[in-house]
């Protein structure tokens, strides 16, 4: 099978969400685990709660606009490792109700797509999500890995990087 739109999307926005469970996992082990959710890289940064929340957002944008609906923001109320867990179960589960061939479809498609309250343009599902959708839930895992080695949680390159890679070697094999 061919690469797709649904692949550069849809399993790469679970790669995201498997990595934010995994660094959570390690991060949720550690001494200092109580003060993890409110931790930030710099004062003026949203903590780490609220990075698992926007990854999760990211992709329900991105779902709304591949669906055509309003994407209508959930607030963000995150302050446990368990809200962060259920936020990511719950992006992982809208993702799951995907159709890989409307997703790939959808790639081509150009509609009104909102990218700011100020500013709507008429773009392809692709142009939103390779341009806006995924390198937003890219940064967010980025940041939550940060903010979690600022803290001291003992966090390497395979720990980002390993949700993405087993997917390739699980098909390679």
């Given amino acids: 099978m061919s690469f797709s739109f649904y ?5 790469a926005a679970k790669h995201n969400l498997d990595g934010l469970s995994h660094i959570l996992d390690v991060a949720e082990q550690q001494p200092n685990a109580s003060t993890l959710p ?5 004062e003026d940064m949203r903590p780490l ?7 999760a957002q ?3 944008r991105m779902l709304a606009r591949f669906s055509g609906e309003e994407h209508v923001p959930i607030e963000d109320k995150i302050q446990t490792f368990e809200d962060m867990r ?3 179960r719950s992006a992982y589960e809208a993702l799951d109700r995907t159709d890989r061939d409307t997703i790939n479809r959808i790639g081509d498609e150009t509609a009104p797509t909102v990218l700011t309250p100020e500013m709507t343009v008429n773009m392809t599902g692709a142009a939103f999500a390779l341009g806006a959708s995924m390198p937003n839930i890219f940064f967010h895992l980025t940041i939550a ?3 979690l080695r600022s803290q001291g949680v003992p966090l390497g390159k395979w720990d980002y990087i390993q949700p993405f890679m087993n997917y390739q070697l699980a098909k390679a094999a």
Avoid at 49 to 55: C, D, P
């Fill in 38 to 42: 409110s931790a930030r890289l710099y």
């Fill in 58 to 60: 990211a992709i329900e």
């Fill in 145 to 147: 890995y940060a903010i």
């Fill in 49 to 55: 709660s609220s990075q698992i929340h926007l990854a």
């Fill in 7 to 11: 692949d550069a999307t849809i399993i």
């Fill in 86 to 88: 259920q936020r990511i």
